[in-house]
């Protein structure tokens, strides 16, 4: 059962504007399973993060140190075109979008591989591409026991995640979550899936959707932050 704990007690009525809806979180959360079963219910367009046309991904796994910057700079700028055509293009198509990545998400992995020197010549960089792109209406952000998220990478076994590091993994949830114990730049729900599915069960896919909707249009009424977070954390 998926309980929701919000931080204002305000119910507003539904909005029937467009959104754009974006969910992150931690490899092996389950980021793209829930933005496919939030397209059946929503009807939305998708916009999926490409991870395998990385040239430098699978030797960065095996040395992170030689290809952490070309990894994390060719994502970047991946990313960021794939964005900014959202931006541009948004206008002109109907309908929802939904997004299973924001570029915060760079920003997050290059703290943990980036060297000093790397890290301030990335963030320079990225401090001027993120003033280029949209916003999200909600950011839904997904976590997940250390445990559960070893066993969701072993069972859609990717090639280059063969090897995976389980303290990179401990290092990467640790980052996201210092990040988003402060976020208050868009509506926020924040989701521990350890003990929900959504894969099979349609009802926490509905109460994920009805909240979104809430939020984004608290947030679109002006009404603050802090009427704009909810979360099913304990």
């Not at 952490?68 to 541009?88: C, G, H, I, N, Y």
Request: proline content about 4%; glycine content about 4%; hydrophobic content about 40%.
């Amino acid at each position: 059962m998926l309980e929701l704990v919000q931080n204002a007690g305000i119910r507003s009525p539904l909005t029937n504007d467009p959104l754009y809806v974006v969910v992150e979180g931690p490899i092996g959360v389950g980021k793209t399973t829930l933005v496919h079963r939030l397209k059946e219910r929503m009807d939305a367009h998708l916009v999926l993060e490409v991870v395998e046309e990385n040239p430098f991904l699978s030797q960065f796994y095996t040395n992170p140190k030689r290809y952490a910057f070309q990894t994390q700079l060719f994502f970047l700028m991946s990313r960021f075109r794939q964005q900014k055509e959202l931006f541009d293009e948004g206008c002109e198509v109907q309908g929802d979008f939904l997004a299973d990545y924001h570029l915060l998400k760079d920003r997050i992995f290059a703290e943990l591989t980036l060297e000093d020197e790397e890290l301030a010549l990335y963030e320079s960089v990225y401090e001027s591409l993120a003033m280029c792109i949209r916003k999200p209406d909600v950011l839904i952000y997904l976590t997940a026991d250390e445990k559960s998220l070893i066993e969701r990478i072993e069972r859609r076994a990717r090639p280059f995640e063969k090897d995976f590091d389980r303290r990179y993994l401990a290092r990467l949830s640790e980052r996201y979550q210092h990040h988003f114990s402060a976020y208050s730049d868009t509506p926020l729900l924040k989701l521990n899936t350890t003990r929900i599915n959504y894969v099979t069960d349609q009802k926490p896919i509905d109460e994920i959707y009805k909240e979104v909707r809430r939020l984004a249009t608290n947030w679109r009424a002006g009404l603050g932050i802090e009427a704009c977070i909810s979360s099913n954390f304990k």
